[in-house]
Nanobody
Framework: QVQLVESGGGLVQAGGSLRLSCAASGRTIAFYAMGWFRQAPGKEREFVATISWSGDETYYADSVKGRFTISRDNAANTVYLQMNSLKLEDTAVYYC???????????????????WGPGTQVTVSS
């Protein structure tokens, strides 16, 4: 089973940037589609971004398109989320997830991801 741990969260001013990392251990994620989700207080968990197992395809929620970039480094067994032009409404706990079915093209559905990290808090202040 793959274990995922997110890092890079923190407090940032609106308009600033953060880069989240998701380090995997236990097995390689090279054949897994990966995703980032987030959950704000009192809200449902929502899709943020996903990347196919090959890295050739990426998809984003409309709310982050053009501001966030998902990428992967299979040699480092790590997935990243570069977040620019952060807004107050980006405040949430961010979760990394792996689609452990293998060779996935990416998904916006949390139910497609079988392994999750504990999350990292991102707080955007005015």
């Amino acid at each position: 089973q793959v274990q995922l741990v997110e890092s890079g969260g923190g407090l940032v001013q609106a308009g600033g940037s953060l880069r989240l990392s998701c380090a995997a251990s236990g097995r390689t994620i090279a054949f897994y589609a990966m995703g980032w989700f987030r959950q704000a207080p009192g809200k449902e968990r929502e899709f943020v971004a996903t990347i196919s197992w090959s890295g050739d395809e990426t998809y984003y929620a409309d709310s982050v398109k053009g501001r966030f970039t998902i990428s992967r480094d299979n040699a480092a067994n790590t997935v990243y989320l570069q977040m620019n032009s952060l807004k107050l409404e980006d405040t949430a706990v961010y979760y990394c997830a792996a689609d452990i079915s293998g060779y996935g093209l990416g998904s916006h559905l949390a139910s497609d991801f079988g392994s999750w990290g504990p999350g990292t808090q991102v707080t955007v202040s005015s």
